[in-house]
């Protein structure tokens, strides 16, 4: 299922070509239409510069205008939205404003989208093979942090920022051609549509294959061929919730479940700033589940290591200032670092 937002607002781009009127009315007044609707719309009244009184469908509406509408004029509107704000467009109108009624190919595959069925799309590798297949007893870590880097971004999920920065000549042909867009059908290994279930634990959602059913019940998108419509779903929910969710092998028979999360914050000043976190989840031979939360931001780095056993708490505990000075050496500044239990309720 497609985010609200992110595909009203692109929706809206769609639909640049023709005035929108978005509705200043409670949001319960959307509930009374559907996308796609047309009406005509009575003016009755001017309430503030741009701000109308409208009938709609027996309806009286608040609806933000163009400057040359006029009380009295007779507008024929069309639903685009209901969510975040129930929105019109000013389709086949009488008023000199208004456009034609034919919606873009762009806005009619925005529509089919919203019918896919609901599912939850991880970023994975496009083979299975782990990121580290080194033969020493513990990996490499800069070897493995560049592995993560070149797994999440040849993912296709940023194809068209990369496509922009090969325009301008800071990538090259051959890093374009790795990712999923530019790759067979068969080749491609795009991560399925998932559900989630409790784990006996209670810690983590285990991630199982859904069944086929949603697969069966997706509608053929035109322009978008089969096996990249997940990586389409995954781009439009980063686009959405500022986040992203990586889940493959790290080493072998070694799975990693990966979150990066933007998060708006202000500083004292007031100024907003920008602030990350990124969240990895293992469940180690010897340590069970492990989930390491770092937040970032212009002070410094805060640590938070999460473990429900006692034992592996006590064992982090004892290296976190081992971590630290190894972090500190490399320029970085931790503000603090945290040891916690994992809560199961």
């Known amino acids: 299922m497609i985010p609200a937002d992110a595909l009203n607002s692109l929706k809206a781009l769609a639909l640049a070509q023709k005035p929108l009127v978005t509705a200043t009315s409670p949001a319960s007044a959307a509930s009374s239409f559907e996308p796609g609707q047309k009406f005509q719309a009575t003016v ?26 006029r009380t009295g004029d007779t507008i024929t509107l069309q639903v685009v939205s209901l969510l975040p704000r129930l929105t019109f467009n000013m389709a086949a109108s009488a008023n000199p404003l208004s456009t034609s009624d034919q919606l873009s190919e762009t806005s009619r595959l925005l529509s089919s989208l919203t019918q896919q069925p609901l599912e939850k799309s991880f970023v994975r590798p496009s083979n299975s093979a782990p990121l580290w297949t080194g033969t020493t007893q513990f990996p490499d870590t800069t070897e493995l942090a560049g592995n993560l880097h070149t797994a999440l971004s040849q993912s296709g999920l940023f194809y068209e920022a990369h496509q922009a920065q090969w325009l301008a000549g800071s990538r090259n042909t051959a890093q374009l051609l790795q990712e999923p867009q530019n790759q067979p059908p068969g080749n491609l290994k795009i991560a399925p549509e998932r559900h989630e279930q409790t784990n006996d634990t209670g810690n983590e959602p285990a991630q ?53 999360q933007e998060q708006p914050s202000r500083s004292p000043s007031g100024m907003e700033e920008r602030h990350w976190a990124t969240q990895i989840h293992l469940n180690l031979p010897n340590l069970g589940n492990v989930t390491a939360t770092l937040h970032f931001s212009s002070s410094g780095l805060i640590i938070s290591l999460d473990s429900d056993s006692s034992t592996t708490r006590a ?22 670092a945290l040891v916690t239990q994992h809560d199961n309720a």
Do not use: C, Y
């Open 44 to 69: 009755q009244a001017q309430l503030a510069p741009g701000i109308f009184r409208v009938k709609v469908a027996d309806q009286l509406l608040q609806l933000q205008l163009p400057g040359t509408i």
């Open 208 to 260: 199982t294959p859904s069944s086929t059913a949603a697969g069966r019940d997706r509608t053929p998108l035109l322009g978008i061929p089969d096996h990249l419509q997940p990586l389409v779903h995954q781009q439009l929910n980063a686009l959405e919730t500022r986040q992203v969710h990586w889940q493959g092998q790290v080493w072998l028979n070694q799975d990693m479940s990966w979150k990066i």
């Open 315 to 336: 064992k982090m505990g004892k290296a976190s200032s081992t971590l630290i000075s190894s972090m500190t050496d490399r320029g970085i500044h931790v503000t603090s």
